[in-house]
């Protein structure tokens, strides 16, 4: 049974720092595309970062550009989102989701097949 579970978000002041991890189990993650989505409340989802596990590359949402980074584990079963200079727009219940082994991450949000329940990130002024 595949499985996505996140956990770090929290309240936060602006400026601050969190480290979200999402643990993958049940599937395999050498060759897929994980990322980080963001849903606040009124707005859609949108994809704030993601990586190819494969080759390690990465790419990121402009909103976000310089102050958030993605990783993997050696294992490529924890993805991490280290988020810096928190802003208030960043407050969002944070997905992690993932394709299914042998996708790229050159698909839209349709091509992430796993989804994890998702961890909520406060930020507040």
């Known amino acids: 049974q595949v499985q996505l579970v996140e956990s770090g978000g929290s309240s936060v002041q602006a400026g601050g720092s969190l480290r979200l991890s999402c643990a993958a189990s049940?599937?395999?993650?050498?060759?897929?595309?994980m990322g980080w989505f963001r849903q606040a409340p009124g707005k859609e989802r949108e994809g704030v970062a993601r990586t190819y596990t494969l080759a390690d590359t990465t790419d990121y949402a402009d909103s976000v550009k310089g102050r958030f980074t993605v990783s993997q584990d050696n294992a490529k079963t924890t993805l991490y989102l280290q988020m810096n200079g928190l802003k208030p727009e960043d407050t969002a219940m944070y997905h992690c989701?993932?394709?299914?082994?042998?996708?790229?991450?050159?698909?839209?949000?349709?091509?992430?097949?796993?989804w994890g329940q998702g961890t909520q990130v406060t930020v507040s002024t």
């Open positions: 989701a993932a394709t299914l082994y042998g996708r790229s991450c050159n698909g839209n949000r349709t091509a992430f097949a796993y």
């Open positions: 049940g599937h395999r993650w050498s060759k897929n595309c």
